[in-house]
């Protein structure tokens, strides 16, 4: 299903985290956010998931406004691996977490149904989990969890799947593994990833978050250019189509220095150097919301 972030305000204890931020993943396509530290992206995939309502603007899964839905309407349609995620998993085996995906699609007194029970098998053969399905999950290594996680996510069967580093502990094969097993599910997605290598292979389009604010949205060569990886990142780094169809990010072995980034700010006009002194929550003077709506 498409999903439509519209014009998002956030603001917690009286800090604006959000400003103004839009953008949009059609049916199908895997939209990477981006952005450094503390510049809004779980915040964002909580406004997105109904974790967090936000103070103005919108969040619409097809045309329904995710809270004008239920939670479990909600739930049934966006199937979530977070940040820390996992819960209270005391006691419970990697197929009873992976289960847990199938609550939302229950009635308070429904049973286990063939449909369940599909779903559970498919998702624990489909994400490699199969050699621990028996073992405590707190048994796990961090790259095994991960697994379980997107699982329980996809045995769900839902129509959206937000992401918050689900490659964060795997090593670098499962990480092709797991990014070809999500574009091979069709699954719309919103995924947060700080490997931007990772992001310009696996995304139709990505979106950058600086300060709360998108700054720059659209299809992957057009948006992670020199000047946003250097502003944004502060790193001296190019994006380049190579031979065989793939987008790769090639960094420089330095990050820039200080007064360098502020010399390339200076002729940009835009957004601000690196490292800012305070999280500042004012969006870079020239930034636009843009949405991530063309294909590249
Ligand atoms: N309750 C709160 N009150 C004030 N500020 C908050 C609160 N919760 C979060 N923040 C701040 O909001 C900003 C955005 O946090 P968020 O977790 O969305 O960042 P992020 O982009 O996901 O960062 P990371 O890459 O480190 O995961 C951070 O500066 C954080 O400290
Ligand atoms: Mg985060």
Not at 112 to 137: I, K, L, M, N, S
Request: proline share 5%.
């Amino acid at each position: 299903m498409k999903l439509t972030v519209d014009q998002l305000h956030i603001t917690l204890d009286r800090t604006p985290i959000l400003h103004n931020v839009s953008l949009e993943a059609r049916e199908g396509d895997i939209v990477g956010l981006v952005g450094p530290n503390g510049s809004g992206k779980s915040t964002l995939l909580r406004a997105v998931y109904r974790s967090l309502r936000p103070a103005e603007g919108a969040v619409r899964i097809g045309d329904d406004d995710v809270w004008a839905l239920s939670p479990r309407a909600a739930a049934r349609r966006t199937g979530t691996v977070l940040q820390d995620a996992g819960g209270n998993t005391t006691g419970l085996t990697v197929t009873e977490i992976v289960a847990l995906g199938r609550a939302p699609h229950h009635g308070l007194l429904s049973r286990d149904r063939a449909e369940d029970h599909q779903a559970v098998t498919d998702a624990v053969d489909r994400c490699g989990v199969r050699p621990f399905a028996d073992r405590d999950y707190a048994s796990l290594s961090g790259g095994e969890r991960q697994r379980v996680l997107l699982a329980r996510a996809l045995a769900q069967n839902p129509r959206l799947l937000v992401l918050d580093e689900l490659t964060n502990h795997l090593d670098i094969r499962a990480r092709f593994e797991l990014l070809d097993l999500i574009r091979a599910t069709g699954i719309t997605t919103l995924a947060v990833l700080h490997d931007l290598d990772l992001a310009a292979r696996l995304c139709d389009h990505v979106v950058v978050l600086h300060e709360g604010a998108v700054v720059a949205a659209g299809p992957v060569l057009d948006v992670l250019t020199p000047k946003i990886l250097a502003d944004v990142f502060g790193v001296r780094a190019r994006t380049e189509r190579h031979g065989d169809g793939i987008i790769r990010v090639l960094y420089e072995a330095q990050p820039l220095a200080d007064e360098e980034a502020l010399e390339d700010d200076s002729r940009s006009e835009g957004t601000r150097p690196r490292p800012a002194p305070e999280p500042a929550r004012e969006p870079p003077v020239g930034a636009a919301s843009t949405s991530a709506n063309e294909k590249g």
